[in-house]
């Protein structure tokens, strides 16, 4: 019994590592708990039927263990309308997260300068379409070859720009402010 249950193990194991590497789609958040996350700050994330949430505390980030450098990106969000968040990318720095040692694709539709509200990759490119996300679930599309970038909205372009800056890094989901809920994140690598 033992070694089937071994076989089964390495059999599922293999699996995966091959989609990784054939570019399939693969869970970066698996709906139980924060494995293959790394948290940076205090705010606490739980997570509650399928859903990470984060709701207090200062700023904090969940980083993945792995690096990724051209993928596409897909997650769902929910925040409260002052909430302050966003997704990192290719962070330089993992346990340094911020608009200087990562690209910064941003949640936050009441942004003082909104020239990089939510849609916007901060730094980089300015929004091309406002929208209100507050309230309701979105799907966000992070696409990221080689030097250029584009971010998705519900389907519609948000943002669209090139930089060489960072070529590879972990993933950062952060919390900054209000109510912020992340679940089905997932990512391919290209």
Known sequence: MKTIKTTVIFLSML???MAIAQGARVALFNGVDLEGWNK???AEWRVR????????????YLVTGEYYDDFLMTLEFWVDDPANSGVFIRCAEPQNINDSTC?????????PDPTYRTGGIVGVAPI????HTGGRWNTYEIRVEGEHMEARINGILTAE???STY?????????GSGIVKFRNVNIKPL
């Open 40 to 42: 940076v700050g205090d």
């Open 161 to 163: 720009g090139s930089d």
């Open 128 to 131: 091309l379409a406002t929208l």
């Open 15 to 17: 699996v995966s590592g």
């Open 167 to 175: 070529a590879s890094g972990p993933i950062a989901l952060q919390y």
């Open 103 to 111: 690209y910064e694709v941003n949640i936050f539709d009441q942004r």
């Open 49 to 60: 039927e399928g859903v990470l949430i984060a709701d207090e505390g200062d700023t904090t």
